[in-house]
């Protein structure tokens, strides 16, 4: 149950479901504008944990900070999801990467353009200040064997090496906006005429909390990520009040039905390579190597330091080289009790991605050779995925490009969820344009109602 300092709580303009990236920056924005913004927040108040070094990946069950969800694999496999819990969300424990889409991927999206997204990210930037790091040896040595240039790694970090959270970096508090925590959105309430048709319409007028309680406000926002925000829009698809709305109805039920994650193949560094890594490493991932194989977007990723130097409870292993891909068609799909990654499987991504780890495993044999001989088995291959979800409320097929349901008023989405598929790249700096984005359309369209 949700307390308030003194007497009846005001109705707010905007409640925000989720405190991550996307829920930052979308409280401190309408607060900024004049909105009565409350934030709800399902996991705890992190505010007053020390933040880590960027270099660490606190992904544990011990971590308050962090999640872990149980997904199935390609081939059926129990596969590890971390996500965020409290106030910055995965920002509070992810690898701080900032790569953002590249121009020529953002101008394919529905009602979006090239130069929207920039100005948005330009205002994420001012507050999440990314820092370019030194490339490692490795990855200087890496590109030159390739022959392909390095992308330069930049990082959301502070001076000392802490991650720069983004609650803390755009602090809503300080603009009035109020945070609830351990405050789960169980539903959306709904309300509407029993009509379809032209004449029926549907509105979110707030939430349920897992604990039953109802809130209320003008609008309602959901940036509970990736995969929480779609089970809130299927369960939403279930409402009897949608029952009369089919159209609304098929759109709200599709949501999960074609998320994306990109795939990664990591290769064990070879021992006589170890020398090249950073001593001291800004974050887990600093360069990276793009690389195009058949028309499709990789990147080689040499990774700072081995896992187990950054995850606790990991046992020793080798550190290790990944190569991704970043427009997959293999779809993932989020149900309300199952999430499912590439459930619908594309051969052509294995292929192109084997096709890049040959390239990147006969670049290492190569360096390998060159320092001293390559041991038989040191370049082993692992298959996993990059921790990316995100397209599960895709703009131009669930939402629209201001994060808008069609029929359903009153509701946006501001997440991982409405970037569409084939990125181009991970998904985090473009969690802060596309919520800087709908944050500048909510305040727009509502500046009498949010002026006071």
């Not at 309430?189 to 048709?197: I, N, T, V, W, Y």
Request: hydrophobic share 40%.
């Amino acid at each position: 149950m949700i307390s308030y300092s003194s007497g009846a709580p005001r109705l707010p303009d905007v409640i925000i479901v989720g405190a991550g990236p996307a829920g930052a920056v979308l409280a401190r924005r309408l607060a900024d504008a004049g909105a009565e913004v409350r934030v709800l927040e399902a996991g705890p108040d992190t505010r007053e944990t020390p933040r880590q070094p960027a270099a660490l990946l606190p992904l544990s069950g011990d971590e308050p900070a962090a999640r872990q969800i149980a997904a199935r694999g390609r081939a059926g496999e129990t596969v590890s999801v971390w996500r965020g819990r409290g106030p910055g969300g995965s920002g509070a424990i992810n690898g701080a990467a900032w790569t953002p889409a590249p121009a020529d991927v953002v101008k394919t999206w529905p009602g979006c353009t090239a130069d929207r997204y920039a100005r948005a990210l330009g205002r994420a930037e001012s507050v999440m200040l990314p820092v370019e790091v030194s490339p490692s040896p490795l990855a200087v040595t890496l590109s030159g064997v390739l022959g392909e240039p390095m992308a330069p790694g930049r990082l959301t970090v502070e001076p000392d090496g802490r991650r720069r959270d983004p609650w803390t970096a755009y602090c809503p508090e300080r603009a009035g906006a109020t945070l609830h925590c351990s405050a789960g959105v169980r539903e959306l309430l709904l309300s509407g005429s029993d009509a379809a048709g032209p004449g029926g319409s549907i509105r979110a007028e707030g939430v349920v909390l897992d604990d039953g309680e109802r809130l209320y406000g003008g609008e309602v926002v959901l940036a509970a990520g990736a995969i929480d925000t779609a089970r809130l829009l299927r369960r939403a698809a279930a409402n009897p009040v949608v029952q009369a709305h089919p159209e609304v109805r098929s759109t709200l039920s599709s949501a999960g039905r074609d998320a994306r994650e990109h795939p990664e193949t990591l290769l064990d560094l070879p021992g006589s390579l170890h020398t090249l890594l950073h001593e001291a490493p800004a974050g887990i991932l600093g360069a990276r190597i793009p690389l195009t194989i058949a028309g499709r977007r990789m990147e080689v990723r040499p990774y700072e330091r081995p896992f187990h130097a950054a995850i606790p409870g990991l046992p020793e292993a080798s550190a290790q080289i990944g190569v991704a891909l970043l427009d997959p068609r293999s779809v993932s799909i989020v149900e309300d009790d199952r999430l499912t990654l590439s459930a619908v499987t594309d051969d052509s991504d294995r292929e192109v991605l084997d096709a890049g780890a040959g390239l990147v495993a006969d670049a290492l044999a190569t360096l390998a050779e060159a320092r001293g001989g390559l041991a038989v088995g040191e370049v082993r291959r692992h298959t996993g995925y990059s921790q990316h979800l995100y397209a599960t409320a895709p703009m131009g097929q669930v939402t629209d490009a201001d994060g808008r349901v069609e029929g359903l008023d009153g509701l946006r989405v501001a997440d991982a969820a409405i970037l569409p598929p084939g990125l181009g790249a991970g998904p985090y700096a473009s969690v802060f344009a596309v919520a800087e984005a709908v944050a500048e359309s909510i305040a727009a369209g509502s500046r009498a109602g949010l002026a006071r």
